[in-house]
Each structure stands twice: as C-alpha cells, then as structure tokens.
C-alpha cells in the first residue's frame, strides 16, 4: 500500500479550509456542483451534508438545467482544469446568468477561465485529482461558506475523522483482503450515499475492479431482490449511526444466508463520517491494487478516450 497521500489529507484539508480569499459571492438560493469522476464526487459529498439546507445539484455532464439562473452559485471543479463536460456545463451555466467559481489545479480552467473574469481557485497538486479530493472538497467547502455559512465545528469533526481512519489502516486492509477477486456490491445507507460512489470510483480506478451501488431504502425494492441467487458479487453494508431500515436490512441478508462485509462509518455528524468513509475505503483500495498487483494511478482507458473526445464546446 501507498498511503502517502492519505496521510497528508489532513494536513492539506486544514491549510486549504478558511485560507480562500474571493471576492464578493451574492447568496444563492440554490447550489450546483460540477465535476467529473475524482472532482465530481465533492459534488455528491456536500449534496450529502449540506442538500438538507440549500439545494444542492451535481452535474456530470456537458449541461445543465434550464432552472439555472442568477440566483444560483455554480462551483465548477477539475482537477486538472481540462476536463471538457465541466468546462462546457460551467460556461453553459455562465451564459443562464449563474455565478461561476472554479475550483482547479490549473490547466484550461484556470486560463480561459481568468480571461472571461471569473474567479478561480487555484489548488496544490496531488498523485492523481482522486488523490487530490482534500484540497478540491475543502476549497469548495470554503466557497460554500463565504456564500451561505458552514458550521466550522463541522468541518473540524470531518478532519480528526480522516485521522481516525488513517489509524484504523489494517481494518481498511481487512476490507480491501474482503473484496479481492469480487464485484463488491456496496449496500450504503442514502444518507452516506456519497462515500459508496466514491468507494466505487476507487475501486475502479486504483484497483481496476468493477463494483455496484445500491443505496437504502431504493435497493430495499430491487437489488435485494438478487440476494435469492448465489452470485458471484461481495456484499458490503455501510452503515452510518442509528437506523431501523439498516437493521432490518441486515436481518434478511442474514435470513438469506449473504454474508456480507460490515463497516459503521465512525465520526460525529454526516461529513465526518463521509470523510472516515472515503478516506478508510479509499485504502483499502490501494492495499487491493497492491495485492492484485496493478498500477493504482495508471487510469489508462480515461487519458485515452479524453485524447479521442477533445474539446466537447
Ligand atoms: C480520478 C480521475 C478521474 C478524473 C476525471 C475528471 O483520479 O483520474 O476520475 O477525476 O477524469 O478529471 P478532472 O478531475 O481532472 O476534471
């Protein structure tokens, strides 16, 4: 395993958080996060932690809704700042009369972005942008901050939870030992849903491994349904505090005989257990790339096709 990165997370989150400087942001009535992959899924962490309070909506894609207008606050995040669909979809929400920040290493972003007047963050690099989630959640959490106010205590909570779980690193090769081999099928409580897409996209692209989300209560009215066959998937349960619809579930994969992989996310409070979650699940990725014996940064397939595609507007 390759836990360099990791054990900088928290370093890098607290010099990122509360050290951007932006000029004036009109408070919006609504939120929406654009990002592909490894920055894209800041996108689905806050609309976890904040959604509840001001609408979030996460964009993948090359567009965006018609409701976007001036009232809403557009973060567009790339970590390398040359991803095409979050370029597009954040000039597309420009022109609907949306605010833009960017949130990016450099690259595209960072140029034309500056040309046109909007404000960018610029953050530090990382092994690869998945690496890189620290400085792009921490900077768009900032931004959300200035726009509408973050409780701080919060994001403290969020940080000592990436310490507790780089300390927790053999449960995390524990669970990565679990999945060797396996398609995980990731049963996730909805409230947490973000830390199974994430996990996901690990898996996928540091352990080259194919993987399933099914989040609860949705998958209670479908993907239980497969628990009547023996198929050749690893079940996970990821559980995040006290709910009676994750005991239930729990006791029919017991009745059918599924034994699945448990983990209860630790921390006080939503976002910190997303960041315990990201962070243990995001090793135990590496420690199955180490053990399946492939590259966790190659993302080959990705750089390919980015080649093929091009500029997309
Ligand atoms: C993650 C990764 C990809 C990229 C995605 C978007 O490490 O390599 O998921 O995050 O292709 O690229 P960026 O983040 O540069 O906008």
Redo the contacts with the bound molecule.
Sequence with gaps: MNPLDYRQWPTTSKSIYGSIKLGPIPRPSSILIT???????VGDVLRDYLGGRIPIHVVKDLTVPDWVDASTLTIA???????S??ICSSLRARERGSAVIGV??G?I?ASEFRRLGIQVVQVPTAT?????FPQ?LYAALSIIDDAVGVNGKEVEESIAAQEEALRDVSLAEYVGEQLLGAVPYIFIDSRVQGVAVRFK?DLN?NAKTPAIVAPIPEADHNDIVTLMMRHSVKHVLIKAGPNPVMEAVESVFADFSADPVKLELKGDGLLAKELYGITLLGMATLHMAEKLGVDPVR?DP?DLL?KRLGRLC
């Excluded at 990002?35 to 899924?41: L, P």
Aim: charged share 15%.
């Design positions: 990002g592909m992959g490894g920055s894209g899924i995040i790339s970590y390398s700042g040359n991803t669909e979050t990016t290493t690259g972003m690869a942008p998945r690496f890189g792009l996209n692209e993302t990705i980015k």
